[in-house]
C-alpha cells in the first residue's frame, strides 16, 4: 500500500469505500459515477480477477483523462470475453488488436493523436500476459524504446487460459497447465527465470514501471493515476487470479492476490526511469504454501505426499524476492 | 439501416446478456448479532451505537440515544459496568477488545455535560404502576414504562434514590454527581418517587390504586458467619459498612482491616478501609485467585492500593488485634479443605463480606409467589406467581450486577406492559451469531487500545476522587473506530468495488446501503469473502 495511509478510520486504506471519509479521499471503485469502462453482461467466468483489474485500472484512467481515452486491446480472455459481436461490455472507444501486436497499435494511436494535434486524448494498450511477455513482446519492448506515449496495462493471469491453460513466459514453476503436466520427476512447470518483463521494461529506462494486484485498489489506482500524469511510454503489471487456471475457487481472487503479495512472491513496486522509487511492504508475511494449497495448480505438491523439496524451493523463491525488494517493516506486520 | 461491408448486426451492449442465469447460488445482505449485543445483559445494541460514535460529532448524540433506548444510565454504565461485551468482542481475537465500556461513558458524559434529555414520556395510559426500590432494576423498570405511558410510583425505603449504586459502590468508582443526574432524569420524567418508605406487604400495597408491581428490593442483608470471637474483637459486614459511609459516618475499624471474602464488595470494603485511614487493609479468602468471583479490574486497582491478598485460608477465631487464620488446600475438585495449619493475623477490626442476602419479607403471605433459595421465583417475562406483580434485579436468580439488574427492569417494563394491555409479550428470534470466523480482519487498520488513565495510586490514599478517568473526544472517537461492526454493514463500498460483473448497486442515500443486480450477479462470492464485518452470506439459489 504505497498509497493514501489513512489512519484512525477504523478499516484505513484497507477498504474501497468508507463513509467516515470526505467523498474525495475514496477510491474511484467508490464513487456511484465511475465509469465502469467494462460494464456488466461480460462473459469472464465467476470471480474473474482480469475483469476485476480491467475495471480497476481502465476507471482510474478515465478518471484521470476526465474520460478522453482510447485503450487497445490484445486478443485473449479479456477480448473475448468482453466482446463477442455483436456486443461490447466496452464504455469508451476501444480497438481490438492482433494478439501480438497491442503495442504497436497503440503507438500508432498515440502517433494519430499527435498528428491530429489532440494531445488531450490518451491512449492505453492492454492484455494478459501471453499477449504481453510472450507474443506481443517485440512490440511492446519497440514501444518502451521509442518512448511512445502509451500506458501499457499487462493482467497477468499466468498463463493462456481462454485458449485452454497453456503456460506462459509468465506461469510460475511448479504449477500445472494443459502443456506442463505435473508427471516426471520434476512435476510441472520448469523452474527457471520465468520473464520478469517489470524487471525488462525498467530496463528500458522508460518514465514510469509499476507492479500492483486487484487486491489493493486504491494501490493500482494511485498507480494508474500517476502514470496518466506522465507523458512517454508507461507500464503497469497487474496480477490478476484466475479461477479457471488456477483451478481455485472464485470467491478466494482477491483473497489469493493478497496471499501473492504477503508471501512475497509478486512483489509491488513503483520505478521511475529505471530505478525502484516505492515499495509497497509485506504487512502480515504469510508462507508460500498459503497460497499454494488454494490452488489446484498447486494440487500435486500436497497430495499423495507433500513435495517438500519444490515447496522449499518457491518459498527460497519468495524469500529472494523479499530481501531483494526490501518488502520487509510494513506496518502492522506480524 | 445501411451497414458497412460484412457487417450484419447492429453494436449492442453486453447489459443484454443477462449472466444471472449462471448462478447456483446468490450473496444476501445479513445482519448478523454482534457478540458484543449478545453478551450485554442489558441488551444495549452495542455495535450500533457504536457505529453512530464513530462518525464523532453530531454522531455521539445519535449514539447516546441508541444506548438510551435501552438502557438510561450510560455514565454509570461506563463506569461500574463489569462489560461482558469487551470479553465477549471478537477484537479480542485480532489484537485487544474494544474499550466499549469506556466510549460509553465518554458518551454518558457528554450528555450530562450538554444537558441531553431522555426521550418524551409516551401518552398516557391511564394505568398506574408501583414500583418497590429506586435501584437500577427499579429506576430501568420506570423509565421504560414512562416511555410507554405508564404512571409510575416509586417507592424506596432509602433517603435517596440509587440502590446498590449509591449505598454499595463508592464514590471513587462513582462519583454522585454523576449517579444523580442520571438518576434525576428519568424522575423527570414524571416518576413518582416516595423516598423513605418501605413497602412491607406487596399485595397491600398494589391495593394502593395500581394496576401492576414490580418488585426490586436488592439485596441488602450482608451474610453472616459463625466465627468464635473474643469478646472484644470487632466485626462488622461490608454492606453495612458500605452504606454507613456513603451516610457520612466513619465506621472504627483501626488501623489493621481484615477483609472476609473474595467478591467485588471485599474489595470495595478493603479500598474503602484504606481510605478511611487503614494502614493495613488484607483481604482473606479461602480459595484461590482464580476461583475469586472479584473481577480483575477490582482485584488490580486494589492491588495497586495497597491492598494485600491471603489466598486459601479461613478464619478460624477473632481476638482482640488479631486473627487466627488455617491454611486451606484445594481438593481434587477443587474445593478447599483445611489443613489444620494455623497462622496468625494482626488486624483490629474484621469486615465481612461472605455474600448478601435479600429482604423478602414484603412477599411472605403474597398467594402464588414462591420463595427459593432466597430468591423470588419469576417466570421468563420476570412475573411471579401472583400475576401482575413483577420482580428483578438481585431479589430473583440471576447474576448479580446493576447491568443485569437495568436489563430486568427493561425487560420487566415491557412485560408489564404487554400484561396491562392483555397481550403475550412478543419473543423476537435472536439472528445469527457473528462470530470471528465470519470476519475479514484483514480490512481493519492496525490500531492498538486506547486505555483510560488512573488516578496515581498514591493520589488515591485518602480520599474518594475518581480513580478511572475518561477519555477526550480524541481517544474515544479512536477507540469507537476500533469496533469491526460484526455482522453489520458498515458501508465501506467493498463490495461495490469487488463485483467483477458491476452487480453490486450503492444505493447511495443516507443509511441505505447496497443491493445485489440479480440479472448481472454470477454468484461468484467474491463479495461475501471480502466483506469485512461478514454482512453478506452466501445461499444456494432455489432450482
Known sequence: ?334 | MEKPFAITLDVGSSLANKTGTWRTDRAVYVDRLPPCNHACPAGEAVQAWLYEAEEGGEGYERAWRRIVADNPFPAIMGRVCYHPCETACNRGQLDEAVGINSVERFLGDLAIERGWRLPEPGSDTGKRVLVVGAGPSGLAAAYFLRLLGHGVTIREAEPAAGGMMRWGIPRYRLPRDVLDAEVNRIIDLGVELETGVGVTDAEAALEDGFDAAFLAVGAQIGKRAYIPAGTAARMLDAVTMLHGVEAGERPLLGRRVAVYGGGDTAMDAARTAKRLGASDAVVVYRRTREQMPAHEVELEEASEEGVRMRWLSTIKRADEGRLTLERMELDETGFPQPTGELEELDADAVVLALGQECDLSLVEGVPGIDVEDGVVDVGSELMTGRPGIFAGGDMVPAERSVTVAVGHGHRAAGAIDAWLRGEEPTEVAEPELASFETLNTWYYADADRMHRPRLDAVRRQDNFDEVVAGHDDETALFEARRCMSCGNCFSCDNCFGVCPDNAVIKLGRPGERYEIDLDFCKGCGICVAECPSGAIQMVPEQI
Not at chain 1, 171 to 192: L, M
Not at chain 1, 219 to 226: G, N, T, Y
Not at chain 1, 303 to 321: F, G, H, K, Y
Open chain 1, 1 to 334: 500500500m504505497a498509497e493514501q495511509r489513512i489512519k484512525g478510520y477504523q478499516t484505513g486504506t484497507y477498504v474501497v469505500g468508507n463513509r467516515l471519509l470526505d467523498p474525495e479521499e475514496r477510491s474511484v471503485q467508490a464513487r456511484m459515477d465511475r465509469s465502469n469502462t467494462l460494464t456488466s453482461g461480460h462473459r469472464a467466468c465467476r470471480g474473474c480477477g482480469e475483469a476485476l483489474g480491467a475495471r480497476y485500472a481502465l476507471d482510474a484512467a478515465m478518471r484521470a483523462t476526465g474520460g478522453r481515452l482510447i485503450a487497445a486491446n490484445a486478443t485473449g480472455c479479456l477480448e473475448v470475453f468482453s466482446t463477442p459481436f455483436p456486443e461490447s461490455s466496452w464504455q469508451l472507444p476501444w480497438i481490438h488488436s492482433l494478439f501480438g501486436n497491442a503495442p504497436a497499435v497503440a503507438s500508432g494511436m498515440a502517433a494519430a493523436m499527435k498528428v491530429k494535434g489532440r494531445d488531450d486524448v490518451r491512449v492505453i494498450g492492454q492484455a494478459g500476459d501471453g499477449g504481453t511477455v510472450d507474443i506481443g513482446f517485440a512490440c511492446l519492448s519497440g514501444m518502451f524504446e521509442r518512448n511512445d506515449d502509451v500506458l501499457f496495462v499487462c493482467y497477468d493471469n499466468q498463463g493462456y487460459m481462454n485458449t485452454g491453460v497453456q503456460r506462459s513466459g509468465a506461469t510460475p514453476p511448479a504449477a500445472r497447465t494443459a502443456n506442463t503436466k505435473p508427471v516426471g520427476s520434476e512435476p510441472g512447470n520448469v523452474f527457471g527465470q520465468g520473464k520478469n518483463v517489470p524487471l525488462i521494461a525498467m530496463a528500458h529506462g522508460i518514465p514510469y514501471v509499476a507492479t500492483a494486484t486487484v487486491a489493493e485498489p486504491r494501490d493500482l489506482e494511485a498507480k494508474v493515476e500517476r502514470a496518466m500524469g506522465m507523458r512517454g511510454a508507461r507500464y503497469i503489471h497487474a496480477f490478476v487470479p484466475c479461477p479457471l487456471g488456477w483451478g481455485s475457487a472464485s470467491e478466494d481472487t482477491i483473497r489469493l492476490a493478497r496471499l501473492a503479495k504477503e508471501t512475497g512472491l509478486f512483489p509491488v513496486f513503483e520505478a521511475e526511469h529505471g530505478e525502484i522509487t516505492e515499495v509497497s511492504r509485506i504487512r502480515r508475511r504469510r508462507p508460500v504454501t498459503e497460497y499454494l494449497e488454494l490452488q489446484k495448480r498447486f494440487a500435486h505438491l500436497f497430495s499423495p505426499t507433500e513435495n517438500r523439496p519444490v515447496l522449499d524451493r518457491i518459498q527460497a523463491d519468495a524469500d529472494r524476492n523479499i530481501a531483494r525488494f526490501g518488502l520487509l517493516g510494513g506496518a502492522g506486520e506480524e
